[in-house]
């Protein structure tokens, strides 16, 4: 069966789909430029599931549910489910921690940089050039022959175990629904203020989750991918979906009024440029060391990838920490470990890159 | 006999690094990719196409694909 969505006006679709859905998104009610980050909401479930207790980002995301059943359903009406494991999954759940950290040094994941970016913030230029030059030097380690080594098929229930968590993640949100003015309902938190506080109805969140996880799913929409063809193969594939995603999302900015251009004061950002950049630097080298950006994990994980699943818990646990110990930025700035927790981070990515290349 | 390049299991970009790299050392001929997911089948024929080889054939058998790309 030939598959539309992998064409290049395929992706394009995908792009200016996501690009229209997500500014509706926020203007549903989720944070501002944060109509769907996939680190912001999965460092929220971190919160809501109680890993880290900051208590403006704690919020059971509807998003990401949807974004791995989504593909988990595609995957299976298209025969694209392919249970796989083995490829080194200890260093990708770490490359997922340190994603998560230099992605909360920014404030976003490439998907926001490009939502930040389509609502006038322009901190996310150096957010999108530290995120190339991370991507940038992932290539440099890809063309020295870097590998993470090969998976094998695995039983489908390998592959099922990240959609299951995520079904169990649904199930929480209808049993322990939010109550009124109350932190805690049951097992789950919830933030009383703060971006936390800021979402979208369920069902709207949840709808949008799953068509944004089936149609990318298809198409293997990527937001590190699209910077790391062009570098590595002068290939624009990819690229179209994302410039369609920034081109939609601003044009539906504007027609809401959600468009307002500068660097201060923009919704859930700091303007420390060297952060802003260094911070996506960190992020973009470890999602092209593990093959895709956060939101491309979560499509890959839910066709039954069990390395991409690893990956994402690396990142909900990284968040976990990120929150913890002080290494997340606010508004307000670098957080106390930032600087720290970046060398770390850096130090780790560069010795995998050198340390895991195939025999010549 | 053709050249075989086996990058099953392997993550992306590295199937289509892998086949770019026998497409430039051989120059023309035949090579068979193996792969085992369908983006990666898709993303190694784009690329071929990319380079003015030609996708012969694709064959699949229990989950993995065998693609026969060529240049004369």
Known sequence: MKNSLATRWGIIGVGLAIGVLAPLLQFWGNPGNMGVCVACFERDIAGAVGLHRADVVQYMRPEIIGFVLGSLLAALAAKDFR?????APIVRFLLGAFAMIGALIFLGCPWRALLRLAGGDLNAVLGLAGLIGGIWIGTLFLRGGFTLGRSQQAPAAVGLILP?????FLALLFIFPAQEGQPVSGVLFYSLKGP?????????????????????????FCTMGA??????????????????????????????????????????????????????????????????????QLFMAGEGDGDSAVFVLGMIVGAAFAHNFGLASSPKGLGPHGLEAWLLGMAFCLFIGLAMRKKA | MAETVDARGLSCPQPVLDALAAMKRLGSGTIEVLVDTEASKENVSRAAAGSGW???????????????????
């Open chain 1, 83 to 87: 249970p796989r494991a083995g490829s």
């Open chain 1, 164 to 168: 299951l968590v995520m079904a169990f």
């Open chain 1, 196 to 220: 936390g506080a800021q979402h979208a109805p369920l069902v709207l969140a949840l709808g949008a989750g799953l068509i944004i996880g089936g149609l990318a799913q298809r198409s293997r």
């Open chain 1, 227 to 296: 910077f790391r063809d062009l570098l590595l193969f002068r290939q624009t594939h990819l690229l179209g979906g994302v410039l369609a995603l920034l081109v939609a999302a601003l044009v539906v900015n504007l027609a809401l009024g959600q468009f307002r251009l500068g660097f201060e004061g923009q919704p859930v950002a700091h303007a420390l440029h060297f952060w802003n950049f260094a911070g996506m630097v960190l992020a973009g080298l470890a999602f092209a060391l593990a093959g895709g950006c956060p939101g491309r």
């Open chain 2, 54 to 72: 030609r996708v012969e054939n694709v064959a699949e058998n229990s989950g993995e694909y065998r693609l026969t790309i060529s240049k004369s």
